[in-house]
């Protein structure tokens, strides 16, 4: 587990991350796919999860004070998304120090964007535990200080309720939505849509009408945006 070149890997993520761990076991757990074996990273994802939350949102919070809540959830989302964190752990090389199973190995999970994730995830419960809490938002704060500070606020007000919902679920590591057509009725410019969204797990579906497929479509996830930003809110 910690050969010579390992423990180069994990001399040189720490460095990135401006954390030296107290107790370098926390941060091979953090490292340790289920694929390698049965004590993984799994628990510690699901605390950094949290921790990354709320950490992004306080950046945010602090970056943007003029900014709403309805603006701030989709920046958000668009900042702690699978793609994002897998970049982040691209470029601070967590892939190299991962410890993965022989069939993840060969099929390349070292650059697999939701191994990378969870990882990254479970770094950060690692540091907090490994210290407190106050130590894991440094390391957020700087990892993420940069990308807050030259994200486009306007054009992600640009982006319509289907991408926002579908990025916020994402964010949260929940299934994507499933649009229905309910029913059609008229035709030529009299023609409505009634249409319905699924959100799967989660047991709410939202229902819109419209004169066209999209629209309707895209007042059903405004409805489910609402819906899903207050049950988010009763699960912190």
């Known amino acids: 587990m910690n050969s ?15 954390y030296s761990f107290k107790n370098i076991e926390l941060l091979n757990t953090a490292l340790t796919h289920r694929s390698f074996q049965a004590a993984n990273n799994e628990r510690l994802e699901f605390i950094g999860d949290g921790i990354l939350d709320y950490v992004v949102a306080k950046m945010l919070f602090d970056e943007f004070p003029t900014l709403p809540e309805g603006r701030l959830s989709p ?15 691209n470029e ?10 022989i069939g993840e190995r060969k099929s390349g999970g070292h650059n697999r964007p939701s191994i990378l994730a969870d990882a990254l995830e479970a770094i950060f419960a690692a540091v907090s535990l490994d210290s407190d809490f106050q130590a894991a938002e440094r390391v957020i704060q700087h990892l993420f200080e940069q990308r807050i500070k030259n994200i486009d606020i306007s054009q992600n007000t640009e982006k319509d309720s289907k991408t926002q919902l579908q990025e916020l679920l994402q964010a949260h590591h929940l299934a994507l939505p499933k649009y229905r057509i309910e029913k059609k009725t008229g035709d030529g410019n009299n023609v409505e ?12 579906i939202t229902y819109a009408k419209g004169g ?16 899903l930003d207050n049950y988010l809110k009763t699960r912190r």
């Open 75 to 89: 920046l958000r989302a668009q900042l702690v998304r699978e793609s994002s964190l897998a970049e982040i752990a």
């Open 4 to 18: 010579p070149q390992r423990q180069q890997y994990l001399v040189h993520l720490q460095k990135k991350l401006n």
């Open 193 to 204: 849509f009634d249409v319905s969204c699924d959100l799967g797990e989660l047991g709410h």
């Open 212 to 227: 066209s497929r999209r629209a309707a479509e895209k007042e059903c996830a405004k409805q489910a945006l609402l819906w």
């Open 92 to 101: 601070i090389q967590v892939g190299p120090a991962l410890l993965l199973g």
